[in-house]
């Protein structure tokens, strides 16, 4: 039998943790603006450079990177119950899963190049990295999302084909382009799930799913993966059941060439002593791609005995057996470059404390430790943008957003005065802090016209974005009703036609409208709704004016 136990930097034996590995790394998985964090200002590396070291971890109340140089990235948040802190492939972004205080899920986002941080709500579990610089997620809708890091793009919803009345629910690991989904039936509200949870492996890009297993309600599970160098993902994942007296875990091998799964093997040091179970407290896989682990063993009689035959430390498979690494009691160990290493020890005043060691010293670098991660040894260069791309998080950077932003639409059109421009909305993609803006961005990549909308959940070209007018056409809603925005490019910038609410406001001449084309001419009119709030305007009528582009203006 294998025995799981949560403890708060590495796995979780109540709920899914989840973790992402690269061929030469751990990658643990388990409104704030665009800001650089101001107690340690980060110095940026250079992608030649050797660092003698990258890796982060998170305490409840703050996420910490070692960029390789020496500097610290700090970022503060609520990180407390988080389920997963992890590196991007290239090493140019960490990204940390985190609840609040109102028990909303988000994403904390460091560049680590930059130092700047950006978060936002995902509605998700967890998320893992896909590929270089792209994340996945799911979210309680069962919508599955990934986010270009790289692009600094809105998430895109990829498309799923699972067997019939079967949902995502969560992402439980990525081996490089391969990802391990858990799907389940649709919820029915009032009714508790007791049914089967079915595992997927699909790749990014390929809609197909293939079936990898299935267990009876997954009610504690781990997931790590990895890629090999000729490109082959493998996992390890578990699912535990308790029986009332102990927690029985099932940890098994997926081979994702030969899609084949074989249980890993049981810890029995010494003689077998009866109802004695493996605990295992950490997993990952090194360089030369063999799995490592932090095993312990108990006797588990009942629920009363949880007596500690074997301490934890640390284990490498070899073949089909364990093979004893260090015997120091460790909840976790990560081996670093240039013969350092970092060892999580348990300290009952403190939780897990995470200490640095080399040659024979060792510096504790924080307690309360509830995730820890080794980074890539070298950074990939910044991803070169494809021209007319706008990225969001450069806009944050820049100061041009006010809170973190996605780009969530993008036209591109020839401006009198500027050239070939990009314009651009931008979004929180969040309901709880939205804020929205709308952004002109030459060749260049420089600002030359933005107009900060406020907190309008919605603001998006209209589609056709364009008519025969040569105008530009938004729809946004603060929340209520429909608005249009109409822009003409102009020598001085754009001609608004007072559609354009000041900043911050919604109120202009085309809230509470909608974009038609009756008489199919290819140009837009406007149809507004007039209520007369008679007696109230739950109760009055509304009545409808159209507005015509008359060569000068819009006009009924």
């Not at 660092?51 to 703050?62: C, S």
């Not at 389940?184 to 890009?205: C, L």
């Not at 008679?534 to 159209?546: I, Q």
Request: a negative charge; glycine letters at 8%; aromatic letters at 8%.
């Amino acid at each position: 039998m294998t025995r799981t136990q949560r403890m708060p930097a590495v796995i979780v034996a109540t709920v899914v943790v989840l973790l992402a590995v690269t061929t030469a790394s751990l990658l643990w998985l388990r409104s704030d603006v665009g800001t650089r964090p101001a107690n340690e200002r980060p110095t940026a590396a250079s992608p030649s450079e050797t660092p003698t070291a990258r890796y982060a971890y998170t305490i409840p109340g703050e996420l910490v990177i070692e960029t390789g140089t020496g500097s610290l990235i700090r970022a503060p948040g609520e990180y407390r119950g988080g389920r997963s802190v992890f590196w991007t492939d290239s090493g140019n972004f960490v990204v940390s899963h985190g609840t609040d205080s109102s028990e909303s899920p988000y994403l904390t986002i460091v560049n680590v190049l930059s130092g700047m941080t950006h978060r936002f709500g995902c509605d998700c579990t967890a998320a893992v990295p896909v590929g270089t610089d792209r994340i996945a997620y799911v979210t309680s809708a069962r919508k599955p999302y990934v986010i270009d890091l790289a692009l600094g793009a809105a998430p895109q919803e990829f498309p799923v084909t699972l067997p019939d009345r079967l949902q995502p629910v969560e992402v439980m690991a990525s081996g490089g382009e391969t990802l391990l989904l858990r799907a389940r039936p649709p919820e029915v509200p009032g009714e508790t799930f007791y049914g089967m949870d079915e595992i997927f492996s699909v790749r990014s890009g390929n809609s197909a799913a293939e079936k990898v297993a299935e267990y009876h309600m997954m009610a504690a599970a781990n997931a790590i993966g990895t890629v090999t160098p000729d490109g082959v993902p493998r996992f390890v994942f578990s699912a535990a059941t308790d029986d009332g007296r102990c927690v029985d875990s099932t940890y098994q091998y997926f081979d994702g060439s030969s899609g084949q799964i074989t249980d890993l093997p049981e810890l029995k040091p010494g003689a077998a002593e009866k109802g004695t179970w493996m605990e295992v407290w950490d997993l990952w896989w090194d360089a030369d791609g063999k799995l490592n682990a932090t095993l312990s063993t108990k006797r588990c009689t009942d629920a009363l005995d949880d007596t500690e035959t074997v301490q934890p430390s640390l284990w490498r498979l070899d073949g089909v057996k364990w093979q004893s690494v260090d015997r120091t009691p460790v909840r976790g160990m990560r081996i670093l470059t240039g013969g350092k290493r970092l060892v999580l020890k348990q300290e009952r005043e403190h939780g897990n404390s995470l200490y640095l060691e080399n040659a024979g010293t060792s510096r504790k670098l924080a307690d309360e430790v509830q995730d820890v991660v080794v980074g890539p040894e070298v950074l990939d260069p910044p991803t070169t943008q494809p021209a007319g791309t706008v990225n969001g998080f450069q806009l944050a950077e820049a100061g041009v957003c006010k809170k973190t932003c996605f780009v969530s639409g993008t036209v591109q059109i020839e401006h009198p005065a500027w050239g070939r421009i990009s314009l651009v909305t931008t979004s929180t993609l969040s309901d709880v802090e939205p804020d929205a803006n709308i952004v002109a961005v030459d060749a260049e990549g420089t600002v030359r016209w933005q107009h900060w909308s406020g907190g309008w959940p919605l603001l998006r070209f209209a589609n056709p974005a364009t008519d025969r007018t040569g105008h530009l056409f938004f729809n946004f809603n603060p929340g209520r009703h429909n608005g249009v925005i109409v822009l003409a490019p102009s020598p001085d910038g754009f001609e608004d036609f007072e559609t354009l609410p000041k900043p911050g406001e919604y109120a202009a001449r085309f809230y509470g409208a909608k974009l038609v084309d009756t008489d199919k001419d290819g140009r837009y009119e406007v149809d507004r709704a007039l209520n007369d709030c008679d007696p109230s305007c739950a109760e009055g009528t509304v009545n409808h004016l159209v507005y015509r582009w008359n060569g000068r203006t819009y006009a009924p």
